[in-house]
């Protein structure tokens, strides 16, 4: 199975800076025969702060995705948090991903399932890989023809997450993809003063283990400037990072 790489900002901050990424997504696309879902966020309803920026919301966010997908060929993924916001992606989304911290709640499965889009489930902080044939169950049940898994680290103590790797091969009983979320797994929850942090020189470190056990695909929040971003710049990688990393992941290796 080749990879994918699924890529983009973390929330939707202009139409300006999603040309920027979805182009050099494109050039790296067609340079490295790379498959690439471009991925940006409507809205952050999990932000740390109220005061902090969320995104445009779902109707000009869904707008805006559509745009992307409509001039640069990319399939397009974004998360919802509430279940009523499935519908009104339908077609202008080809995966719909579920946060980590909502991965239980049936109703939104449920509905991001009857799409008819790929779903995503992030895994939560606070669960196992084994545990995730749950979600999984929710979603085939209601109607899901593709269903993918994403690593993404547990919860250890305070401000911290560390990633189990043995979870990506644990959940390939029950996905059809497992991918490792290689800027998320790096982040310093809430330790930023009203804002979560991260140690984004980790994030290609994240990546090559993730290879050695054996994940179907990465995911990267990116950003031309991330520290300039207006969410989760300090885990984000380098736009101009993103070709060197996933023409090394598209490497022939090994893996367990």
């Known amino acids: 199975m080749n990879p994918i790489f699924i890529a983009g900002p973390c929330v939707i901050e202009s139409a300006e800076l999603l040309d920027v990424v979805a182009q050099e997504l494109v050039r790296i696309r ?7 879902y471009f991925k940006a966020s409507f809205d952050k309803a999990n932000r740390t702060s109220i005061h902090s920026f969320r995104g445009p919301g779902l109707e000009r966010g869904a707008q805006m995705l559509a745009d992307v997908k409509a ?15 499935a519908a009104a992606l339908r077609g202008v989304c080809d995966v719909l991903q579920i946060p980590a911290f909502l991965c239980r709640q049936t109703d939104l499965l449920v509905e991001a ?9 992030k895994k939560a902080q606070f669960l196992s890989g084994e545990d995730m044939q749950y ?5 085939r049940e209601a109607g899901a023809q593709e269903v993918w898994l994403t690593e993404r680290g547990n919860i250890y103590g305070y401000n911290n997450l560390v990633v189990d790797f ?20 790096v982040q310093r929850p809430g330790a930023a003063g009203g804002k979560t942090g991260g140690d984004r020189q980790f994030v290609p470190a994240m990546a090559r283990a ?3 056990f054996g994940a179907d695909g990465y995911f ?9 971003a207006l969410s989760d710049g300090p885990n984000m990688l380098p736009l101009a990072d993103m070709e060197n990393l996933i023409t090394e992941l598209l490497q022939v290796g090994s893996s367990i």
């Not at 979600?135 to 979603?139: G, I, Q, T």
């Not at 043995?166 to 797994?185: E, F, G, Q, Y």
């Open 135 to 139: 979600p999984v169950e929710k979603c």
């Open 113 to 121: 399932a009857k799409t008819g889009a790929v779903v995503n489930i």
């Open 220 to 228: 990267f929040e990116t950003h031309p400037n991330p520290d300039q």
């Open 71 to 85: 001039k640069y060929g990319l399939p397009i993924l974004t998360d919802i948090h509430e279940s009523y916001q």
């Open 166 to 185: 043995r979870n990506i091969p644990l959940m390939k009983p029950w996905a059809d993809r497992v991918i490792m979320d290689c800027t998320h797994s």
């Open 30 to 36: 067609e340079k490295s025969g790379a498959q690439v």
């Open 210 to 212: 993730a290879k050695a």
